[in-house]
């Protein structure tokens, strides 16, 4: 293969679109927190509620975790992962979510 197809070929694949959207990155983002915080941000027990938070208050909490100014035993963690970009994107995905009433999950064997 010349070199000139190969650089060719390189520049022709760095050109093609990922497929994934800015919405589809704060989706799968925001997906992660649904282990803790529940589908859509709304939690059912234990983690604070993410649906329907006021936008500027989710970004001073998560830039007070990135920072270590609040105390946490695992936020700090996803935090520092975020880029300032994706904790206002995230903002704004749980400020438009519906905050729903939520009832703590039966426990198991049905009581």
């Known amino acids: 293969m010349s070199r000139r197809l190969a650089i060719g070929l390189c520049v022709a694949c760095c ?4 497929g994934v959207s800015g919405d ?13 915080h529940g589908t859509a941000g709304n939690s059912v027990g234990g983690t604070p509620k993410l ?7 989710f970004i001073l909490q998560m830039q007070s975790f990135r920072d270590g100014s609040r105390p946490s035993s695992v936020m700090h963690h996803h935090a520092k992962g975020l880029t300032l970009q994706e904790i206002e994107q995230l903002a704004d995905h749980f400020a438009t979510q519906p905050r729903l009433a939520g009832q703590a ?4 064997g049905g009581m």
């Open 15 to 18: 050109a093609l679109p990922t």
């Open 24 to 36: 589809d990155h704060v989706r799968v983002l925001a997906a992660s927190c649904a282990a803790c």
């Open 51 to 57: 649906a329907g938070l006021d936008r500027s208050h």
């Open 105 to 108: 999950p039966r426990p198991l």
